[in-house]
């Protein structure tokens, strides 16, 4: 039997009332109830406050620059195909500094779950706006208010071809856990966009102002497209929750062939293998 | 023997020079050829350079006796260099030699290429007549036309060929005689890229990303080729940010893992890189310099990026140097990369450059069996749990396992500073701690490097130092040098850091003048070997207009001062 409390560790450097605590209790269920072997689980992680997350929940782990959790995750899945490859990243590390990464890593479709804490700010840097912040929203340097509209992350990663998409609040945490689930099993890149109240530095989009606005998206079809995209823009007073798409697609694995049969760091190797390579140039 | 073949891009240089090249290697001589083209797609002035002896050559010459010009800008730009009793090969429909040049061997290239089925064959008419200019048989190119393309494209090709051959025969018959053979067996023939892309390959790398930038593209595509056969994965990073942190993705995970690119490149990995010295994730990555600053000249050479992969990436933390001297060196220098990425757990990286890269030569076959793949990883037999990444040690290496590898063992990662466990920490005993942890593992690296190679007089009057890709050329100045003067020598660097210093400090101060050759402006090795020794060397021979030094001008330098 795996527990949750198995994939938990003790300390944490979050704000108290912090939705990373959620999240965290959510992922660590989602782990035990699929009862993944916290050696065989890999989370890579960006900076920030929700990149810290490889250091609070015991399972394997790279974190690595800012801006920059995607790729390593990609080259691990190259790397062994038995891992189960988690990202768990901000809202500025996943879209701002590493928007390039996202956009290309939906092409690509490796098997990885991208969970995005979505605090709509920059926590670790104390307030600034993040790509996700609110039209106005004033902070420390944004003086004025924000005056760029938000980035939305779920209709660009459908309108890229994402295969799996979804939306989730970390005041759900049942809804949580399970959209993590469907989210780790899904063949392909799965993106889980997790609005999280940041108690210090987010005045704006708090604990209730979410509340009052998200409801679940009941009776959708998750292979509608369009449906998806639909969802996907509702934003303001009424936010929906749920997988808006989930529809596999070949996987970027699934298509080198190189991957074929046993993972790649678990082949054994001699120079003397590749000897005839050399063969071409005689 | 030397031949140059030019034209505009698009015009099949390469083809020609490569197939000319190949076959005169498969008839056992010693080939060697350069590649001068602009960064254009069609259109400019393109050239390759072929020498030909026994011995395959260290460097080209700066004179010809055959020019192939498949333009008239070919012949204004080259006929300076052409020997006087040198042969033009030309065609005559396409543009006129001046009356007084009487050096002429006018093929009619594009109408015999028609009649053979394509004026694209033109380059391969040209062949046919070079080869005929030689006193060559064509058997040998036709042997190779057959083995690169497909049956009906290589009929077409052999009849252009053949009918360059004979159309070059009724000019001058034999206009030179081949210089004699010594044969020693048959020959790999294969440029710098090509030669550091089978390295990886030999080296057990399984993974590459990158993002193409000249001149190290080769090694990428070559690498790309070989995907499915050899079991490796080769991706396209979306820029080279991606690059470096999928290749250290990789590599955490437990494959080696490399990257390439140019100095433009390795700007935008600066901080992978600084992130592979603070996770101690092994990476190999290959910067083939081009000339800069920024865009600079693609396609042109310089060693003006040693500095900047001296320092590069921010924060103190250790890394290894080592540069391609000559083919035959450069495959199990790559080699060694990957071995010191792994022992010492640490970002190794190998500088080219595109004289390097494109560079092709005829060498013996490479021995496998001298290459080295040990994967320094922790075994189960000597694993000591609950096992920690960063455990502290007296030589500061850390057993490495991989994610995955040990059932409950679980492997963190951190870019922060972090515990022996891989947590992020802030405390100052242990940050203390962790940086002279990683810094020791300079000392042990150190030894391993290889001191520079002494190649003339073992106690030098005339001291010449050098690096990386001039090693043929300067070798070239030696051997004229010591024509006149016994007592000059070759002081050449393959490894760059750590700095081996011992054979320099000792004959340094011994030799009466010292020069150090690089392709740069400020002499980047002869500052790194004073802040280092302390030695200065008497003359800085520089040369940074994207161009290889000719070993003349080496030669004309050192002998000004002497
Ligand atoms: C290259 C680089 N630029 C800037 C930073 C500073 N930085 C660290 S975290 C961060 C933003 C974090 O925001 P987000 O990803 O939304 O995470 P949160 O703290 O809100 O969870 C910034 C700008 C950095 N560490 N590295
Ligand atoms: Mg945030």
New binding site residues.
Partial sequence: MCKAADYLKEETAWCPGCG?FAIRQALAEALAELCLPPHRVLMCS??????KMPHYIRVSGFNG???RALPPATGARVANTSLTVIVE??????Y??GGNHFIHTVRRNPHLAHFV?N?Q?????KG?A?PTSELGMKTGVQTGGVISPPLNPLALALIMGAGFVARCFSGEKEHLKETMKAALVFPGYALVDILQP?VTFNKLNTYAWYKTRVYPAEGHNTSDWMAALSLSRQWGEQIPLGIFYSVPRPTFESQLPALEGEPLALRPFSPLDVARAQDEFR | MNIIIGGAAGDGMETIAHLLAKALVREGYGVLTTKDYMSRVRGGHNFSLLRVEAETPRASAATADILVALNEETFLLHREKLLPRGRIVFDPELFSLPAADDRGLPVKLRTLALAAGGKIMANTVAIGAVLSVLGLKPAAAVRLLAETFAPDTAQQNTAALLAGHEAAAKLCGTCFTMPPKSFEGPSIFLDGNQALGLAALASGCRFLSAYPMTPSTGIFSYLAGKQAEFGLVVEQAEDEIAAVNMALGASFAGVRAMTCTSGGGFALMA?GLSLAGMTETPLVIVVGMRPGPATGLPTRSEQGDLNFVLYAGHGEFPRAVLSATHLEDAFYRLNKAFDLADKYQMPVIFLSDQYFADTARAIPPYDFTRLRCERYLAGAENLVRPYKRYRLTDDGLSPRALPGQFPEETVLADSDEHDEDGHIIEDAATRGLMVSKRLRRLEALAAEMDEPELYGHPEPEILLLGWGSTYGILREAIETLRASHHRAALLHFRDLWPLPSAMVTKLLPLAKISFCAENNATGQFAGLLRRETGLTVDHKILRYDGRPFDSGEIVREVLKNV
């Fill in positions: 990373n960006g900076i920030g406050q929700a990149a620059l800012h801006g990243s901000g809202d500025g590390d996943s701002g500094e804490h605090n700010v920059y926590g670790l840097t600034q993040s940041c | 901080e």
